[in-house]
């Protein structure tokens, strides 16, 4: 199953903080997360490897919750070309075949 | 840093007719590819593993006989859409993972597909 992620979409005026979520049925080695713009590849922000793990990337950051399966991504004092849908993609704890799956996303729009 | 390419861009083909698109990873070797297909405002769904001098290996539900993939070498993964129909049309993206592990996934820029 695909991981949700929450919300679906969101707007923002430029430095604003902005929290997506992502939920995974399955117990999880990895979660990524990634930017996608229209129209293009996705970009690798981060991953996070291990329970509890919490990483910066400027300002985005990432936590990970291995009990609950849960991973969030932290955008603080948002800019303009934070603009995009947010993906998380999993890597399962097991029978993963190193394979990614991506989540529902998340619309991002950052206004001035 | 590490470079998926992908092409072409942009395809439009008539239905029927089969189409390869490329992926090559420019500065290291990938041993493994993998090739997604998105949809306008919905997610990336993985269709098939690529492996280097063996099987791809397809997601449920994805044809093996439409959706022909191959590895032939460390840097190079084609994907060839056989008798498309409009249905396929698609935005059709591979990725490959540089590092192993620890590292995250670097996707080609995609290939959008039209069939008329």
């Known amino acids: 199953q695909q991981p949700v992620q929450s919300p679906q979409a969101v707007i923002l005026r430029e430095g604003e903080d902005a929290v997506i979520n992502c939920s995974s049925s399955?117990?999880?080695?990895?979660v990524h997360w990634y930017r996608q713009k229209h129209g293009e590849a996705p970009v690798f922000l981060m991953i996070?490897?291990?329970?509890?793990e919490q990483k910066g990337h400027e300002k985005i950051s990432a936590s990970f919750n291995e009990k609950k399966q849960q991973s969030s991504l932290y955008l603080t004092a948002s800019q303009l070309s934070y603009s995009g849908t947010y993906f998380c993609?999993?890597?399962?704890?097991?029978?993963?075949?190193?394979?990614?799956?991506f989540g529902t996303g998340t619309q991002l729009k950052v206004e001035l | 840093g590490a470079v998926v390419s992908q092409h072409p861009s942009r395809v439009i083909c008539k239905s029927g007719t089969s189409v390869k698109i490329e992926c090559r990873s420019l500065?290291?070797?990938?041993?493994?590819m993998f090739w997604y297909r998105q949809f306008p405002k919905q997610s990336l769904m993985l269709m098939a593993t690529?492996?280097?001098?063996?099987?791809?290996?397809?997601e449920q539900g994805v044809e093996k006989d439409k959706f022909l993939i191959n590895h032939a070498s460390l840097t190079l993964s084609t994907l060839t859409v056989t008798s498309a129909h409009p249905e396929d049309s698609s935005f059709y993206i591979c990725?490959?993972?540089?590092?192993?592990?620890?590292?995250?996934?670097?996707f080609g820029s995609g290939t959008r597909l039209t069939v008329v």
């Open positions: 993609g999993t890597e399962p704890l097991t029978g993963g075949g190193n394979k990614l799956t």
């Open positions: 399955k117990a999880l080695y990895s």
């Open positions: 500065d290291f070797q990938a041993t493994t």
């Open positions: 996070l490897l291990k329970g509890g």
């Open positions: 990725s490959a993972r540089p590092f192993e592990g620890s590292g995250g996934y670097t």
């Open positions: 690529s492996n280097e001098g063996s099987k791809a290996t397809y």
